[in-house]
């Protein structure tokens, strides 16, 4: 069966599976298929529509449900009464990524607990659109589990639910009406109307919204009905947004359609705007500001204060932006989300005044007290607990203790992270600065890894490739070992011997990056086995060198009497002709192969390749603390490129090293390298400086 559950106006919000365990009508599929208040559509393989009567069972915890569809004489699967067994052969059947009626085959790996709850794990390519499908196994075609996910982290991993979960809920059901189901978690309509589409809830009496909007940025608004009262008035509400790239907060003198103020975080910072149409073009950012009162992945307190010609926004109690802007001089107050942002928001008020809702000073001052004679933890009673039951406001001086004690702890990892990048960048200012030739490619690319493992001894791996020369030359035959085969010698060891191989099916993995882990798990990519490959070579004797061909990476070998032979190392030291690396620069260029290509990559050239290819990952992660140390390693390789120290800046600033990232930029300003926009690195700094605290010299 298809499920399709809709949206308000009728649109598909999507594809899930479901199977007949019931002739009578019964259809089993994962909760997370359904969702809450929406239309569903039951579709059989010949197209016919089944209208639902009933949500018979639902289980949000297990991710089951089973709808009571108007049908009969229909045909079952049949639900497996045998014991789980690992390796048994199996099928799921589902539409994945919209693919209607689909067969993947796989086998029953194993049972584990993910949150609290019983899974059965399955070797095989599970999508979206398998979830609520059965997974049956292929001998009797009988019912082991429900689908409902599959791995974050690889293709041919998923979970589903056993099928003796699914028997409980079916002999205890909570049969709700489809009509019934419908209000589950909607809004009041008496108190908010939602506009521009977005999924708008009500959960523990909180207000959740999803789903991008249909207006421009994927706005979507959800507007107090009540009237708004006249100025001078107030509006607030605590917003928590799911990610820190997201936006959402207040709207205010809204008409009901375009126009509206808004008042919101957005990417970490505040930000006043007026919409005035339904285009980018009629938007406006009056105001945009980083603030330490803003806390990051918590609970915010926002305020607006609209009087005549004037407009005033706070965050948790602190004002921190105003504006004489009047355009807009009427209208209804509410919520607003942008993007795909998902966001929390709880106690929406409008009032002439609202009162401050964090400590005092004095309350602050007044729980510390207490807070110095209460026991640790193993000595208190609920006589200690009493005492703050009866100050006001001790919970939030305590939350905000704990936060304030949490950002000083994130502030020490940071400064031990950075201390420790600083360090293994000396090491690699002092690498570079001896010879070329001495500087040994192994120590540096061991360094690239100690970056991202401070506990990384790299005397270990020395030492391990000290033990593969020997090994090596064990085989030596005497004096007369030509360099041939010296070089068939380490293609032997390492992919006959050893196992040695190109990374296969986690190309991208950072571990494919670092020498350390490419010795310990004999995969890495090109560039990775070509440094263990040239420090083994030129160990023993032979002339090797890195050519960084576009996307790909190999070795030259070099004898004093013969051919020049080019070495594939990826793909178990395959020797490679001029046609061969032409094909590879077109590939990847769709350029011709030129002698520029095939010029030798220096030592430090190889160490920037590697820490580029780690950059890349860490973007595709947008995962700064890494970006930091990737960059501060490039730029002390390479301390003339602008273009590095440029990035860097951003990536200091997003962390909150404002300083550090004006340094960036004032080198820049002073060195003035061709290519670079002055005045756009200018407009960069005057932004930056801004965000400073104003106690800041």
């Known amino acids: 069966m298809v499920i399709r559950p809709q949206g308000r106006d009728g649109q598909s919000m999507g594809l899930g599976t479901g199977f007949v365990i019931d002739s009578e009508g019964l259809i089993a599929t994962a909760y997370h298929v359904i969702g809450d208040a929406r239309p569903i559509v039951v579709e059989t393989r010949d197209g016919r529509k089944l209208p639902v009567k009933q949500v018979f069972a639902s289980d949000r915890h297990l991710d089951l449900a089973i709808l009571q569809v108007e049908a009969d004489n229909l045909v079952p699967l049949p639900l497996s009464t045998q014991t789980f067994r690992s390796g048994v052969p199996a099928m799921a059947l589902g539409h994945p990524l919209g693919l209607e009626h689909s067969v ?11 949150s609290g709850r019983p899974m059965i794990q399955v070797a095989m390519p599970i999508e979206p659109g398998h979830s609520g499908g059965p997974l049956l196994d292929q001998t009797r ?19 589903a639910v056993p099928v003796d979960q699914l028997r409980r809920m079916w002999d205890k059901p909570n049969p709700v009406s489809i009509d019934r189901w419908m209000t589950i978690g909607k809004l009041d309509p008496a108190r908010w109307s939602t506009l521009f589409g977005g999924d708008w809830r009500q959960v523990s009496g909180k207000i959740l919204v999803e789903q991008p909007g249909e207006g421009f940025g994927g706005r979507t608004l959800c507007l107090a009905t009540a009237s708004t009262p006249p100025v001078p008035f107030e509006i607030g509400v605590w917003v928590k947004l799911a990610k820190e790239d997201g936006a959402a907060g207040l709207v205010f003198q809204s008409d009901g359609e375009h126009q509206h103020y808004g008042f919101y975080p957005s990417d970490r910072k505040l930000r006043l705007t007026c919409f005035q149409g339904p285009s980018v073009y009629s938007w406006d950012i009056l105001s945009e500001i980083s603030t330490p009162h803003y806390r990051p992945g918590e609970w915010n307190y926002l305020k607006i204060h609209i009087d005549s010609g004037k407009i005033v926004g706070y965050v948790n109690d ?9 355009r807009l001089t009427s209208g209804r107050v509410g919520l607003a989300k942008f993007r795909e942002t998902s966001a929390e928001f709880r106690d929406f008020r409008v009032a002439a005044e609202l009162p401050r809702v964090l400590p005092t000073p004095d309350d602050v001052l007044a729980i510390g007290a207490l807070l110095k004679t209460t026991p640790q933890a193993s000595q208190r009673t609920s006589e200690h607990l009493k005492q703050f039951l009866s100050t006001s406001r001790a919970k939030q001086v305590l939350r905000q203790e704990a936060y304030r004690l949490m950002e000083e702890s994130r502030s020490l990892e940071l400064f031990s992270n950075s201390l420790h990048t600083e360090q293994v960048c000396q090491s690699l200012a002092e690498w ?6 001495e500087r040994g490619l192994l120590k540096g690319a061991l360094l690239v890894s100690l970056l ?13 490739v000290d033990k ?3 090994h090596i030359r064990q085989r030596s035959p005497g004096d007369d070992w030509s360099e041939a085969d010296r070089l068939k010698a380490i293609d032997h060891f390492l992919f006959d011997e050893s196992g040695y191989h190109g990374s296969r099916t986690e190309y991208y993995h950072p571990a494919n990056s670092y020498l350390d882990r490419v010795i310990d798990d004999r995969e890495g990519l090109p560039i990775t086995l070509s440094v263990l490959y040239i420090e083994l070579g030129r160990r023993l004797g032979l002339t090797m ?3 960084g061909l576009p996307g790909h990476f190999i070795v030259r070998f070099k004898p004093v009497e013969g051919s020049v032979e080019l070495v594939d190392v990826f793909d178990r030291a395959k020797r490679c002709s001029r046609d061969d690396a032409a094909k590879i620069v077109a590939e990847f260029t769709g350029q011709e192969l030129n002698e520029q290509h095939l010029a030798a990559a220096n030592e430090d050239q190889i160490l920037v390749r590697m820490l580029s290819n780690l950059l890349g990952i860490a973007q595709e992660r947008d995962d700064r603390p890494a970006l930091a140390r990737y960059l501060e390693a490039l730029v002390t390789l390479q301390p003339e490129n602008a273009s590095m120290r440029g990035m860097r800046a951003v990536v200091r600033r997003e962390l909150g090293q404002t300083q550090a990232a004006l340094d960036d930029l004032d080198w820049i300003l002073q060195h003035a390298p061709p290519g670079i926009d002055l005045e756009t690195v200018e407009r960069m700094r005057a932004a930056f400086v801004a965000e400073m605290p104003a106690d800041t010299p």
Request: charged share 20%; proline share 3%; glycine share 10%.
């Open 104 to 114: 993947v085959t796989g086998v029953i790996s194993a049972t584990r607990e993910i």
């Open 141 to 159: 075609g009988e019912v082991h589990g429900i689908m409902v996910m599959k791995s974050s982290g690889t293709e041919q991993l998923g979970f």
């Open 318 to 326: 602190q004002m921190v932006v105003q504006t004489n802007d009047v």
């Open 432 to 437: 570079m600065r001896g010879p070329q030739n």
């Open 452 to 464: 991202d493992n401070p506990d990384l001894d790299t005397s270990v791996y020395e030492a391990e």
């Open 468 to 470: 593969m020369v020997a």
């Open 545 to 547: 060198e890195g050519v």
